[in-house]
């Protein structure tokens, strides 16, 4: 796969569509209801610089929690935006996660902080800043999945890293774009000689004896399968 190719793909996404559209409706609403400069300019900047946060603190402490499976009425969610993604990390058609779950995020992470600033138009401008930084994150978390070899160091070094936490060790290197909240918390490695092979890298913890206990993801799944994608069996 070439760049034109892969350009091509990550725009027929759903998803990435109605990222783009809501975006367009925000800069809309920010025409309408226009902010000052100075808030408008702030609050793209903070949701652009509390977009890695967020993210890091979603994907380690929620997505690869072990609570959500717990709770009947989230295990599907979980099962849906990130324990089948690990499952198998080539399933491309849920590459993205969904829009139920990301549309809220976005939107609590980025709107308040543009409101407080800059009323309903830094809300808007703020709420933009995050779908378009979203696509972009998806944009890199397709070059880590797809069959498509990025020349850029810095493409190359994010696609080793992302690819080392789905096939080495799922404890790790939770930023897509951007690790420096891994540096700060200590969940940065890059290479898999530093860490040892996690044993759930691919179940995220819920193994067989964890699905007698809490099963309803296994029965969401049709049992729940152990070892690499391509040799895996289920139990």
Not at 56 to 69: A, N
Not at 95 to 120: K, S
Not at 121 to 149: D, N, V
């Amino acid at each position: 796969m070439n760049m034109r190719q892969l350009v091509v793909a990550f725009f027929q996404y759903p998803a990435v569509i109605a990222y783009i559209l809501l975006a367009i409706v925000s800069a809309g609403i920010f025409i309408a209801h226009p902010a000052a400069a100075l808030p408008t300019i702030a609050a793209v900047v903070i949701s652009i610089l509390l977009y890695p946060l967020v993210w890091y603190t979603l994907h380690r402490w929620v997505l690869h929690s072990q609570w959500m499976f717990k709770v009947p009425m989230l295990a599907a969610t979980w099962k849906r935006i990130h324990y089948d993604h690990h499952q198998d990390p080539n399933r491309l058609e849920i590459l993205f996660g969904a829009l139920h779950t990301t549309l809220p995020t976005i939107f609590l992470a980025t709107a308040p902080i543009g409101w407080l600033l800059g009323g309903l138009g830094g809300a808007a401008a703020a709420f933009a800043t995050g779908l378009l930084t979203t696509c972009f994150y998806e944009f890199c978390h397709c070059i880590q999945h797809l069959a498509y070899s990025p020349k850029h160091p810095m493409l190359v070094m994010m696609k080793q890293r992302h690819m080392a936490h789905h096939f080495h060790d799922e404890t790790g290197n939770f930023g897509i774009t951007n690790f420096f909240w891994d540096r700060l918390f200590g969940t940065s490695y890059a290479k898999v000689s530093e860490r040892k092979k996690s044993a759930t890298v691919f179940n995220l913890g819920y193994t067989p004896e964890v699905a007698k206990r809490w099963p309803k993801v296994a029965q969401l799944s049709g049992g729940v399968a152990t070892g690499h994608p391509s040799t895996r069996i289920k139990h």
